[in-house]
């Protein structure tokens, strides 16, 4: 799994050791079943002034999904498989899509 931590987030200690640790339990969680999957960390601005983090999960199909986390949800070490979870079936779910659209477009061919 390749990880991107934005140097915005690395920049503040506090949250990029959140990132970081959150970051290990997504390996944990996910690594096996998705060895080419590369997750990318950046930092947002809510448009009422709020900060968060953004996770971009990505893998070689070009699909991809993103969730976006308040800085203290990152310290929630206990939710954040779920989180990372849902965010992986999000994923295959629009890998699946995509190649069942492609399948249908290959019958019709036939």
């Known amino acids: 799994m390749e990880t991107i931590i934005e140097d915005r987030?690395?920049?503040i200690p506090e949250?990029?050791?959140a990132v970081t640790e959150a970051n290990q339990i997504l390996r944990d969680e996910l690594e096996?079943?998705?060895?080419?999957?590369?997750?990318?960390?950046s930092l947002e601005h809510g448009e009422r002034g709020g900060t968060f983090v953004d996770l971009r999960l990505s893998d070689q199909s070009g699909e991809s999904v993103v969730g976006r986390f308040a800085?203290?949800?990152?310290r929630q070490y206990y939710l954040m498989g779920s989180h990372f979870y849902h965010l992986w079936?999000?994923?295959?779910h629009g890998r699946t899509k995509?190649?069942?659209?492609?399948?249908h477009e290959l019958i019709r061919e036939l």
């Open 15 to 17: 949250l990029n050791a």
């Open 32 to 41: 096996d079943s998705a060895p080419d999957l590369q997750a990318e960390w």
């Open 98 to 103: 995509k190649n069942l659209k492609r399948l």
């Open 71 to 74: 800085p203290e949800e990152l």
């Open 89 to 92: 079936g999000d994923l295959l």
């Open 9 to 11: 987030i690395q920049a």
